[in-house]
């Protein structure tokens, strides 16, 4: 991982950028209003990006409900990819997550995806479910995993 690294809170500015991200991580990406409402309106809502030399490379978002936390969403630009920033940023959430005593986190993931639930299983999480035809881009199941970070 590069020195010229940063992690920081996501702010409505940033949108444009995570987009960029946004649509070339995902066949079904978020639009420009969902980030909008995301930042300014969901009080339950925690984005974090990670930029390399002021270029946003990735982000995470996450809701943070009572002690569980969901993530929400997670993408690295595909040229930044196997250089464990997902990784970085999905421990970043955790620490914030813990920070507001969050006791449990889950996340759906496509049933698809080995890539990401390697990273997941890595991090303690563990499939406790799935959520049939999930995804209604290709109606693709999804697993949904949980961490107890208590």
């Known amino acids: 991982m590069s020195d010229s690294l940063m992690f920081r809170r996501m702010r409505t500015e940033d949108i444009d950028q995570v987009l960029i991200v946004e649509r070339e ?10 980030f909008y409402n995301e930042l300014n309106t969901n ?6 990006v990670i930029e390399d030399e002021g270029k946003i490379v ?3 978002g996450a809701w943070i409900v009572l002690d569980e ?4 969403n997670i993408a690295i630009l ?11 940023l ?25 890539t990401a ?4 299983k890595k991090l303690g999480f563990q499939t406790g479910g799935t959520r049939k035809n999930y995804y209604t881009d290709n109606q693709e199941d999804a697993y949904v995993m949980w961490v107890n970070l208590s």
């Not at 009080?43 to 974090?48: G, S």
């Not at 040229?79 to 990784?87: A, F, N, T």
């Not at 813990?98 to 049933?111: F, P």
């Open 25 to 34: 991580s995902f066949t079904l990406p978020w639009s420009r209003e969902a």
């Open 43 to 48: 009080q339950y809502a925690i984005y974090l």
């Open 58 to 60: 990735g982000y995470c």
């Open 69 to 72: 936390a969901h993530i929400t």
């Open 78 to 88: 595909p040229e930044y990819r196997g250089q464990k920033l997902g990784e970085a």
């Open 90 to 114: 999905l421990v970043k959430m955790i620490e914030v997550a813990l920070s507001k005593q969050v006791i449990k986190m889950t996340l759906e993931v496509r049933v698809s995806n080995i």
């Open 117 to 120: 639930q390697s990273l997941y």
